[in-house]
Antibody
């Protein structure tokens, strides 16, 4: 059974940083692209960033480009999101998601974690 | 960015009803269209991928159709456990989601 467990959320002041982590299990992590998707309170879903299985392809939404950095450690079955220069509009539940295609990065999110809440407020 | 327009934004139906949600893309996305279900307080779940393929384990009352710019999601016979918000999502380019359809029981 695929399991994705996010951590690292919390309260941050505007302009500060947070680092999210996602621990994966139940599948061969190194064979699949991974993504972060967020959901502001009471709002819809927004794709944030994706990284290919070998870290060779990385993409960001325009809303976070230049501030967020996605990375992965295949030896540790872990995904990360370094979030710098945080803004109030980054307040959201951040989901770690697995791509549904083997050795491809598509944006088909076939498994989701339960999310970690990031609140940006002074 | 490709914009996804979902309708209706909310829907009330009775148990046993046939329910249909539509999603329109701002440009041709072939069949790169997925449907997700999100129950209150829970993470989204993939139901349909590539417009019409049912994910393994998802009940057969859920179905999807369409290609290009116009897509449809159908629940053939609404069950109480189907109460949720449903999202379409394209992945032809950078992934984007529709605004969601909140489904309630009448």
């Amino acid at each position: 059974e695929v399991q994705l467990v996010e951590s690292g959320g919390g309260l941050a002041r505007p302009g500060r940083s947070l680092r999210l982590s996602c621990a994966a299990s139940g599948f061969t992590f190194e064979d699949y692209a991974m993504h972060w998707v967020r959901q502001a309170p009471g709002k819809g879903l927004e794709w944030v960033s994706g990284i290919s299985w070998n870290s060779g392809s990385i993409r960001y939404a325009d809303s976070v480009k230049g501030r967020f950095t996605i990375s992965r450690d295949n030896a540790k079955d872990s995904l990360y999101l370094q979030m710098n220069s945080l803004r109030a509009e980054d307040t959201a539940l951040y989901y770690c998601t697995k791509d549904g295609r083997y050795h491809d990065s598509t944006g088909l999110f076939d498994n989701w974690g339960q999310g970690t809440l990031v609140t940006v407020s002074s | 960015d490709i914009q996804m327009t979902q309708s209706p934004s909310s829907l009330s139906a009775s148990v046993g009803d046939r329910v249909t949600i539509t999603c329109q893309a701002s440009q041709d996305i072939d069949n790169y269209l997925n449907w997700y279900q999100q129950k209150p307080g829970r993470a989204p779940k993939l139901l349909i991928y590539d417009a019409s393929n049912l994910k393994t384990g998802v009940p057969s009352r859920f179905s999807g159709s369409g290609s290009g710019t116009d897509f449809t999601f159908t629940i053939s016979s609404l069950q109480p456990e189907d109460i949720a918000t449903y999202y379409c999502q394209q992945y032809d380019h950078f992934p984007t989601f529709g605004q969601g359809t909140r489904l309630e029981i009448k």
